[in-house]
C-alpha cells in the first residue's frame, strides 16, 4: 500500500475528463466521404458503447476503448475501476467480453514504478473478475497518470443493442445511482466525510454483467451505460438516434448518499457543467439541482435500459435475481419536440 494520493495528479478525474459531447461532435465531423463497411453494423454515427462487426455466422465482434485520469487516490482502486468502465461497454452492447489490452501512461519522474504496478494490478483484478485476460498492451511516459483498456468482445447478432432502436411507449430504467462525479469531486477539493466516498467506489467497481443476461429479453430496446456525459447526455443519445422523446420522474432517480450535501459544499464536477452547457437547452428542467444530478458527469455508472411495457415484469424479475430491486423512472413518447427531447416532472 502506498501513500500517494493520485488525484493530485490529475487536472480532471475519471470520465470527468472526456471531450464535452459538443466539442467531441466538431472534432468527429469529417468533409471526407466516408467508406462504406457492409459489416460494421455499429461505428460512431449512433454513438453507441462499442463498435460492432458482422462474422458473417449470425455474431459480431464488438470492440472499445475507455480510459482517463485518477478518480481517486488508492492506486489499485483507480485501475479496477478504469478497467471495471471500460468493460462495462462491452455489456452496455448486450455482448460478452473476451480479452483487454491496457492503454498506460505514468509520469515516471513524478511517480515511482511501484504505484503504476499498483494501477495495473487493479485493472487485472476487473479482467479476473469478468473472466478475461488482461492480455497485453502500450504505455508511454505522460505528465498526468492515465489508465484504461480496449476490450474486444463478441454478441449474437439478435442481442445486438443500439441507442437508435429504442421505441416509444417504454419504462426507462437505471441501475446504479447518480451521484458519483458529485462525491468523488468533494473527495478531490478535501471536502469529503466520514465513510460517504465508500458508496460511490462500491458502485465504480461494480460489474455491469447483467447487460449480457438483459439482452436476451427481445423486450428491452436499448441499451448504454451512464458516463461522462450524465444520466441526461446518454438518454438524449438514445432518443435522437431512435426519434422518440422522454419524460423522467426526476423523484425516482436514485441517488447516492449525502449528494444533496456536496452540492451545497460546492463539489460539483467541471465536466458537469460542460454537459449542460452543450445539451441543456434540449431538455426541459425546472431546477438546478436536477441540472447538477442529471447532467453529473459519472464515471462506471449503471447500466440505461429502455424496456418495452410488456417486457417490465421480466425485465425486473431478471434483475431482481441479481439482487437490483429497480423501479421504473420514466417512460418514452412519441416524438413531440426536437428542441426539448427530454421532459424532467
Known sequence: ?????LTQYSHGAGCGCKLSPHKLEKILKSARPQVHFPELLVGNNTKDDAAAFDLGNGTSVLSTTDFFMPIVDDPFTFGKIAATNAISDIYAMGGKPLMAIAIFGWPIKLLPESVGREVIEGGRAACEEAGIPLAGGHSIDSLEPIFGLA????????????????????????????????????????????????A??????????IGGEISALPGVTALTDVTGFG?????????????????????KIPLLKNVRKYIALGCI??????????????????????????CDAQTSGGLLAIVRNDSVEAFKSLCTSQGLILDSIGYTTPEFSKEKWIKVV
Request: hydrophobic content about 35%; proline content about 2%; overall charge negative.
Open 151 to 198: 476490450v474486444t468482445g463478441i454478441v449474437e447478432n439478435s442481442r445486438l443493442k443500439k441507442n437508435c432502436d429504442a421505441t416509444e411507449g417504454c419504462e426507462i430504467f437505471l441501475t446504479k445511482p447518480l451521484g458519483i462525479g458529485i462525491l468523488t469531486t468533494a473527495q478531490k477539493q478535501d471536502k469529503i466525510e466520514g465513510n460517504d466516498i465508500d
Open 231 to 251: 444520466f441526461l447526455g446518454h438518454l438524449l443519445e438514445i432518443c435522437e438516434s431512435s426519434h422518440i422523446n422522454a419524460v423522467i420522474d426526476y423523484a
Open 269 to 294: 464536477p467541471g465536466g458537469t457543467r460542460n454537459n449542460f452547457r452543450d445539451y441543456g437547452h434540449k431538455v426541459e428542467l425546472f431546477s438546478e439541482e436536477q441540472e447538477i444530478i442529471l
Open 1 to 5: 500500500m502506498t501513500d500517494v494520493k
Open 200 to 209: 460511490a467506489v462500491d458502485a465504480m467497481c461494480t460489474m455491469n454483467k
